[in-house]
């Protein structure tokens, strides 16, 4: 779901009109990046099969008694009404609105038809959520003798014509900016930011335009005096990397210049993989957290290793008793599908992030960066004689004739005092890829 | 406190020492810079000492000291502030909590820290033997590339140490190389053996500033409070050694080899660097031998492909092997020649990078090893 973001009055010219001459569109060379979200989604699928819902203020959301509001159409959004919103919340700001349960199959069959759509101009979609994708045409241009705004028009026909539904489309040369493009077209149109004119059009824009600045990065630029992105881009980065960090700041340097290092990633729509565990009693017992995250991690890997996949960047979620919640991560030289060594980056940033003191609530390890794991693998220093992925394999096979709890790690069959002990309500919260973020 | 040092002299003293000096100092006198004069004994010596509890520097600069004394100051400023100053003599006086700066017409006023908090600097460990400083320099560089940057792996971010007689061996690992460097040197009497696991980046650190200087460099060690000393003429360093085992590596260094190629190592190395523009980060580079001909390529059809073809010296039989760029470059680069021999057995097997000489024969004392990529299917 994008986040809007107005146009800003002086820069409509980026905006393309429905019905124009494309003769008079913004420059789309070196535009491969299409960033295509459908507008307000569950509501837009609704009022299919309610024709007569249109011009009124339409709420898709639960009934519970904490229900959130999933969706919301644009005379609904008029009133305040946003997507996430306790539907008490939004019951007060627009009584009089249609509400309306929600179908979930026809959006999961809406879903991949649109999908299917963006795959006959492209190979290369990487699909964001179940309304959102990013689309890379630089490659299509020659073989659909097009470009890419005039596909960003002919996918917003056939969306139109083949659903009923509408969509915005962002155009520009990477993928934050298409982004944030698809964001002020919003709803039913199409902003295209021509290559040369992309540091123009993000310098005015305030810093949460950037990609990876929420309101806590948000509030360490402001103290730096930080305000829009070009106060951003005309930092020194030493100054960047004082505020928000070494990594942050670099990336946040880049951006502000238009620079996106990301590509539109095909493939596995699992980006990550991780699994959770609540202690039932708040644990301060490192040992005890560091003996929890090899279980998740054991469970993490026989999960990526069943699907074929394998990740490079390792985090840790910790909840403390306070209910502070932090996730640290870390990047491995080589992507990995074995515990062993998930673990071993797990417990090395539980060690570094935890004061001995501090009792911890939840603990959580995932795996991000996926990919399949047939790709081409680094091999290491004595890998020929016998490697842990082998000695995993070989329980994965265990555990798939004989049951989970036939092979485990030796530190987790014994029982350890007070924490081990464990009801059925301390069950982690999830296989793994039950709270995987890929969808 | 009040003396008076030559501007180079202390610029490049206080540059040195700050350079150890943690970037985010855990407390802050740890970001400090101890000047210490002595006593009140005219023309002496100055100390310039920096020290985190993991690495120690010291340097000593001639000084006119016309009072003794010691005092703390924030060690970055005063690089910053020696660096810009201008080529006349400089004064230091210390007046209460404050040190003054005089040179020229530039007069700065720095606040100080409590010197009674600053940790007691490490005494030289005891002496075990001496090198030349650009050897070592360039052999301790020559390892360091290989070490690994993975903190969850301790035993694998050091360079192993191991004196043996005559022979002192430095080798390091991160999994997927292996460098190593063999060379004589002259130990002191008495010392026969030892073997500890020295942090790569403060050994390299120390080394090349030591190299720099070009002269003898003293090395000293002692295993029991786990630390190892190195001085030059006027300065010692010392740092903290890793409670690591290093993994057991000589019996993973292959013995024989199917292929060997006599690489170019300029040229081989441009190429690489041509055709891995393409892979991204993290994937590899294929090396295609054949009789007289290596094809580098990289890419596939997704990210655009590369390929360049040379002409090289090829025993063996027609064979595909992939590299990590990256790691590939790190080792050629170290090299001390300009030629270089890698052989194999099998696409699977760890590769050998050695240095050849003028005559085609190996150079003793250097060996890159090398795991490749193995490619899917």
Known sequence: MGRNTDLPADRARFRVAAGTDPAD????????????????????????????????????????????VLSANYPARKFGVRSAMPVAQARRLCPHAVYLPPSREAYREISRAVMALFHEFTPLVEQVSVDEAFLDVSGALRRLRTTPARIGAQIRARVAADHGITC?????????????????????????????????????????????????????????????????????????????????????????????????????????????????????????????????????????????????????????????????????????????????????????????????????????????????????????GVRWRDVEVAADAARGKFGETAVRPASLLAPHGRSRARSPGGKAAGRPGDSGAGT | MKIRVERDNLADAVAWVAKSLPTRPSVPVLGGVLLDAGGDDGDGALTVSGFDYEVSATVSVSATIAEGGKVLVSGRLLADITKALPDQPVDITVDGARV???????????????????????????????????????????????????????????????ISGETLTMVATDRFRLALKEFTWKPADGVTGAAVLVPAKNLADA????????????????????????????????????????????????????????????????AIRRVSLVAERGTQVRLEFTEGSLRLAAGGDDEGSAEEELPVTYEGEPVVIAFNPNYLLDGLTALPTDQAELTFTTPNRPALIKPLDDEGKVAAGYLYLLMPVRLPG
Not at chain 1, 338 to 349: F, K, Q, T, Y
């Open chain 1, 168 to 384: 915005s489309v962002g155009v520009a040369p990477v993928k934050f900016v298409a982004k944030l493009a698809s964001g002020m077209a919003k709803p039913d149109g199409m902003v295209v930011v021509p290559a040369a004119e992309v540091v123009s059009f993000l310098r005015p824009l305030p810093v949460t335009a950037l990609w990876g600045v929420g309101d806590k990065t948000a509030r360490a630029l402001e103290r730096a005096g930080l305000h829009t992105v070009a106060d951003v881009a005309d930092a020194p980065v030493a100054r960047l990397k004082k505020a928000v960090g070494s990594a942050l700041g670099e990336h946040l340097h880049e951006l502000a210049h238009g620079r996106d290092p990301r590509r539109v990633e095909v493939g596995s729509p699992d980006k990550s993989l991780g699994a959770e565990h609540t202690f039932d009693v708040d644990q301060d017992d490192v040992e005890v957290v560091v003996r929890e995250l090899l279980r998740l991690a054991e469970r993490v890997a026989a999960g990526m290793r069943a699907k074929g996949l394998k990740g490079r960047t390792v985090s840790i979620k910790l909840r403390f008793a306070d209910f502070t919640t932090i996730t640290r991560a870390r990047t491995l030289p080589a992507p990995t599908d074995v515990a062993r060594e998930i673990h071993a980056a797990a417990s090395g940033l539980l060690r570094d992030n935890v004061p001995a003191s501090d009792a911890v609530r939840l603990v959580g390890v995932r795996v991000e960066g996926l990919t399949e794991s047939a790709v081409a693998e680094q091999l290491r220093l004595g890998d020929d």
């Open chain 1, 25 to 68: 569109w913004p420059d789309d060379t070196g535009c491969g990046v299409l960033h295509i979200d459908m507008d307000a989604f569950f509501a837009a699928v609704e009022l299919r099969s309610r024709p007569e819902l249109a011009g009124r203020p339409v709420i898709v959301a639960g009934s519970g008694a904490r229900s959130v």
């Open chain 2, 100 to 162: 003054g700066i005089t040179c020229g017409n530039a007069r700065f006023s720095l606040p100080t820290m409590p010197v009674e908090d600053y940790p007691q600097l490490p005494a030289q460990p005891q002496f075990v033997g001496e090198l030349d400083g650009h050897a070592f320099g360039e052999a301790v560089a020559q390892v360091a590339v290989a070490s690994g940057k993975d903190d969850t792996l301790p035993m694998l971010t050091g360079i192993r140490l191991e």
């Open chain 2, 207 to 270: 080394a090349r500033s030591l190299g720099a200087a070009g002269s003898t460099v003293r090395l000293g060690l002692s295993s029991g409070e786990g630390m190892l000393g190195l001085s030059g003429p006027d300065r010692h360093t010392t740092t903290r050694l890793l409670d690591a085992e290093f993994p057991p590596y000589r019996k993973l260094l292959p013995s024989q080899y199917t292929s060997r190629a006599v690489l170019d190592v300029p040229a081989v190395t441009e």
